[in-house]
C-alpha cells in the first residue's frame, strides 16, 4: 500500500491564508478573496508537488494584502517560503506610481529563482482567467476595476511583460494557457 500523500505542512499554510483573508472580497468578484489563493496553488500543483512552493502559493498575497509580515511568514513556514512570497510581493511603498511598483516586481520577478517564477505563475494566470472571464461579460468596462492610471494600455503592458518575464516557463500547460488567454484578451 503507497503511503498517503502528507498535506500537514500545505494545511497549515491554507489554515494560515483563510484566516488572514478571513472576511475579505476578492475586488469587485463577490467572492472570497481565499478563492484567488486556492487557484493559485491548484495551478502550481500541476507544475510541482513540492510543499514549499504550494503553500508560498497559498500565502502568496498575505504580506501584500494583509497585516501579515514577511517575519511572520519566515517564522511559521521557514526562510524558503518567505521568500518565495516576497518575490511574489509588490513593493510597498506608497512613494512609487502604480507603473514603478510594476516595474519593480517585474525587474524583481525577471531575476526570480525557478520556483518564485513557478509560484508567481499560479498567481498570475489565476489574475489573467478572471481577467478573461471578466472581459467576455462586460468588455471594456473591466478595465476600469484596475488602479492602472491609463486602464487597458497599462494593464496590457503589465502582462505581456509578466508572460517575458515567465518565458522560462514556456513548455508547461499552465503557461501556454496564460498566453492564450492574453492573446484572447488583448489581440495577438
Not at 483563510?18 to 500541476?46: C, D, F, Q
Not at 494600455?153 to 508572460?163: H, K, N
Not at 522560462?168 to 488583448?186: C, G, N, P, R
Request: no cysteine; net charge negative; hydrophobic share 40%.
Amino acid at each position: 500500500m503507497n503511503n498517503p500523500l502528507d498535506t500537514h505542512f500545505f494545511d497549515q499554510a491554507v489554515k494560515f491564508a483563510t484566516e488572514a483573508h478571513s472576511g475579505t472580497e476578492r475586488r469587485g468578484k463577490g467572492y472570497p478573496y481565499i478563492l484567488h489563493p486556492m487557484e493559485a496553488a491548484s495551478i502550481v500543483a500541476t507544475l510541482t508537488n513540492d510543499p514549499e512552493m504550494l503553500a508560498a502559493a497559498m500565502l502568496h498575497d498575505t504580506i501584500e494584502d494583509t497585516d501579515v509580515t514577511f517575519e511572520e511568514i519566515r517564522e511559521r513556514f521557514g526562510e524558503r517560503v518567505a521568500t518565495l512570497v516576497q518575490h511574489e510581493t509588490a513593493p510597498l511603498s506608497g512613494n512609487l506610481t502604480w507603473r514603478e511598483k510594476k516595474k519593480a516586481q517585474l525587474d524583481k520577478l525577471t531575476s526570480a529563482p525557478f520556483d518564485s517564477k513557478v509560484v508567481a505563475l499560479g498567481d498570475k494566470l489565476s489574475n489573467m482567467r478572471g481577467i478573461a472571464w471578466d472581459y467576455r461579460q462586460v468588455g471594456e468596462a473591466v478595465w476600469s476595476r484596475f488602479h492602472a492610471p491609463n486602464g487597458k494600455p497599462d494593464i496590457e503592458w503589465y502582462y505581456r511583460s509578466l508572460a517575458e518575464a515567465l518565458a522560462e516557463l514556456s513548455d508547461s500547460l499552465a503557461y501556454q494557457e496564460f498566453v492564450i488567454l492574453l492573446e484572447k484578451t488583448f489581440g495577438a
